[in-house]
């Protein structure tokens, strides 16, 4: 009987999550990368950007784990074993996390820090003209578990939110559109943008010039889901031109960001490296461990992805 679980990924050991499951399900035959064994063991896999073609090697998979919220990383291998089931984490901790990012550099923006910060080092004493939080408006583009926490947040601090999604969503207390005509609409009326779009074959390269151009002048855009979503020349140019003030990005189309790259320098960028949500075995280990014995139970799991849309 194949029981073993394979973690794969090369950014951590895995030992938290071995812990974590095995305080919940009895001791396991865990394996890494470095130490797969005889892959037909391999019952589970827990995956972050796994090599393309890797789980298709293992003959007795049942269930690949996403261990990020956003699966794009392993739908990326076109190979991935037809008619296993894929689940993805889902976090509360790594949600909280990623509002927690979007409100910190929007109201860094909307109180004017660093222009204050550049005072300070200057010794000025130089007021500078304040936005009412009523007519700061913030728009974010997708609704998912994430986009939806992150909204309702910015309500509840007053600023006149909105959000817009690929399918119809009805949110309390926000504006909410949907569809390529919602997304001109939102844009518009965007002075902070947030972006926590899955990435998708429709949404790769959304955020590109005909984009920024539909945001009001002095637009603000924080990057929170991947650096696929972005034309990084046309935000360099809507950044360079004055009409984006800034951007603040945890993602980017290659990472590490490669040390050439203009955002390390540019003046009106803030680059943080992939850390908007961590995700964090002892908030996201119960879902997998329900998962996992849903499986060995012939039950019906719970947070499927569905390949065909991307998320
Ligand atoms: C992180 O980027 C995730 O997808 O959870």
Redesign the pocket.
Known sequence: MPEAIAYISRDTDGVLWKKALEAALGPIDFRTLDNLGDKAGIEVVLAWKPPAGLIASFPNVKLIV??????D?LLADDKLPEGVPIVR?M?DG?VGQMSEYALYWALRHHRDIDKYAASQRAKQWKVEDFVDTLHRRIGILGLGTIGQDTAKKFAALGFPTAGWSRTKKSLPGIETFHGPDGLARVLAQSDILVNVLPLTRDTKGLLDAKLFAALPRGAYLINMA?GGHVVDEALLAALDSGHLSGAALD?FNQEPLPQEHRYWTHPKVQVTP?V??A?NPRTASPGVIENIRNVRAGKPLINTVDPKSGY
């Open positions: 996403s261990l990020g919220m956003g699966v990383h984490i976090d790594l991947r993602v992939h908007a949500g995700t």
